[in-house]
């Protein structure tokens, strides 16, 4: 069976699959993602930048298996909240993410997630598929109080946008327009449509208990 390799160190997506029948080995990519971002000529369009970052991370983790999964699957993922024009990644403060807030509260904004599907074959890139997702998410608007309290988690600091759709976050979502997995942070049908653009079915990547 072919080995299938998350290129992230997120929990929800490494949930994500499991909970779709897959048990990936995780490999954590050390890309600097702000140096990718950076080197990306002016301009370049925000569904684009997050394609490129995905394929950062999964063509930076490909060489490490040459060894231990010559023949594998590897998967590159990159998410963040578009709003008013603006690509938002991380927080990581929480004066940033109460900024951010702020400004999405009571609004609309479009989570896209870049995929990088590669396979490998005998430790060489032998086919390469990259897309992006783009879902359009409501938000409500929490009070003070509650914004303080979701803050105080520390939560929204380390995801995309702020805001979790699998955690407290959930909370502070109206409604979601597309796939809900790829506000999680892999999604589900877009990575289908990769790995059979590389030759590979789903379901062959369906762990045994799974089944």
């Not at 004066?95 to 074959?121: F, I, N, P, Y």
């Not at 890139?125 to 303080?148: K, N, Q, R, W, Y």
């Not at 597309?178 to 790995?195: A, E, F, N, Q, T």
Request: glycine share 10%; hydrophobic share 45%; with cysteine.
């Amino acid at each position: 069976m072919t080995t299938f390799v998350l290129a992230s160190q997120s929990p929800a997506r490494l949930g994500v699959l499991r909970n779709a029948g897959v048990e990936p080995v995780v490999r954590v990519s050390k890309v600097d993602e702000d140096a990718v971002a950076a080197a990306l000529p002016a301009g370049t369009a925000p569904d684009r930048v997050v394609i490129e970052l995905a394929r950062a991370k999964a063509r930076d983790v490909a060489p490490t298996l040459t060894g231990e999964f010559p023949d594998s699957i590897v998967v590159g993922c990159d998410s963040m909240l578009l709003v008013d024009g603006v690509l938002q990644g991380k927080p990581l403060t929480a004066e940033v993410a109460r900024a951010r807030w702020s400004d999405m509260a009571g609004r609309s904004a479009d989570l896209l997630t870049g995929h990088c599907v590669l396979r490998l074959r005998d430790g060489e890139i032998v086919a390469e598929a990259a897309d992006c997702s783009s879902t359009t998410v409501h938000f409500a608007e929490p009070g003070a109080d509650e914004l303080d309290a979701y803050i105080a988690t520390g939560e929204p600091l380390q995801v995309a946008g702020a805001f979790t759709l699998d955690g407290r976050g959930a909370w502070f979502v109206d409604r979601i327009e597309g796939d809900p997995s790829s506000v999680i942070g892999i999604g589900l049908p877009l990575v289908r449509r990769l790995l059979a653009e590389v030759g590979v079915g789903a379901t062959q990547l369906w762990s045994d208990a799974a089944r």
